[in-house]
Structures are given as structure tokens and as C-alpha cells.
């Protein structure tokens, strides 16, 4: 049995319209020439944008697409056009400014349509907002490095003075007792691990 092909035939007898009416993916495609021919009414409420047939090069602007650094993405970053130029893009951030000024972090899949000569007809993509996760995962992000900014500095200062004490100890007397001597290498060897932690952990919050 062609597991593949049982696959496709079950897709092609799902409503997929109510089907994309019903989730949070929203789907847009284009024709081979790059004219936008779908925009999907939850992709459209996610951008905040109404369907119009636009052409590749006018993606960008209509849809206010932008890089990290707030400037207009290339038409060729766009994962629509990259799956229409035979590309397969999975799980691309793409980030979108709504008319609004709120910035959307949205997931991509795209890929391309093929006719039954297996020439690009087109290409669609699925797109999600995720941007409450990339929001969620950013302020995990800032916790950890405030908590290990406090770790560094709650250690640093304490580690000094009890190292300086120990090496004051060293100084005192040429004749420390056997057990001093035996605690105060190891008192050494303890803190210098603890150095080198603070000196890794002074990197990582750099």
C-alpha cells in the first residue's frame, strides 16, 4: 500500500477552507509568477492587513516585513518567494509591524507548488505568530542572566576576603601546624575552582 499517496488522497477530501477558518496557522500563497493570490481571513487578523493580489516585489512594504535591525527585509529573505523559487523553508522567524507599531514574530513554513509536469506553479506558506513564546523565552533569558549577574557578585566579594585571609595565614609563620598547612592548601585549591567558575560565569553574562 502507498502509505504516501493514502496520505494526500485523505488530504484532498478534508473542508480544508473550514479547516483554515479554525486554527491559529494562517496560510498565504502565490502563483508562479510571484502574484499573491491567498491570504487566508486568520492571516490576514494576525498581520492586521486585508488580502490584495500584490507582486513579490511588493510584499515587503505591504506587509511592513522587517529584519532584526528594523529595516525592510529583501524580497529575497521572504520565505514565499524562496519557496517559490524551489526552496523548502522550515520554521523561519519572520518579523512583521502591524499598522499599529507592534512588532509580530511569526513562524514559516513554505514550500513550493508543483503542476503535474513538476514545474513550480507557486508556492504557499504556513505562518504562526509566536511571538508570546519568543517574548516568554526572552524574559527566561534576562531572569537567568540577572540571577547569574547577583551569583557572580553575591560570590566575588566574600571568595576575596576569605582567600586574603588565607593568605595572611601563609605569611604569618614559616611553622604553621600540619593540619593548618593541610587546610589552608585545600581552603587554596577550593577557591581557585571558585575563581575559575566566577571568571566562566563572568563570560556567559557578558
Excluded: W
Excluded at 120 to 135: C, L, R, S
Aim: glycine share 6%; hydrophobic share 40%.
Amino acid at each position: 500500500m502507498n502509505t504516501e499517496l493514502g496520505t494526500l488522497d485523505a488530504l484532498r477530501s478534508l473542508p480544508l477552507e473550514h479547516a483554515l477558518r479554525h486554527t491559529a496557522v494562517g496560510v498565504a500563497a502565490c502563483d508562479a509568477d510571484g502574484r499573491l493570490t491567498l491570504v487566508t481571513p486568520v492571516l490576514q487578523e494576525i498581520l492586521g492587513r486585508s488580502f490584495t493580489p500584490l507582486q513579490e516585489d511588493e510584499y515587503a512594504i505591504a506587509f511592513d516585513m522587517i529584519d532584526d535591525c528594523g529595516l525592510q527585509l529583501p524580497t529575497e529573505q521572504i520565505p514565499l518567494v524562496r519557496a517559490r523559487h524551489g526552496e523548502v523553508v522550515r520554521d523561519e522567524l519572520v518579523l512583521v509591524r502591524k499598522p499599529d507599531g507592534t512588532v509580530l514574530h511569526l513562524r514559516c513554513n513554505a514550500s513550493p507548488m508543483e503542476d503535474d509536469n513538476a514545474d513550480v506553479a507557486g508556492a504557499i506558506v504556513f505562518v504562526q505568530d509566536v511571538t508570546a513564546e519568543v517574548a516568554a523565552r526572552q524574559e527566561a533569558t534576562d531572569e537567568r542572566r540577572l540571577l547569574l549577574e547577583r551569583v557572580h557578585h553575591e560570590i566575588r566579594t566574600p571568595l576575596t576576603t576569605l582567600l586574603g585571609y588565607a593568605e595572611m595565614l601563609h605569611e604569618s609563620t614559616d611553622e604553621l601546624p600540619y593540619q593548618v598547612q593541610f587546610a589552608l592548601e585545600a581552603i587554596d585549591r577550593a577557591g581557585d575552582r571558585l575563581r575559575n567558575l566566577l571568571a566562566e560565569l563572568g563570560e556567559s553574562v557578558t
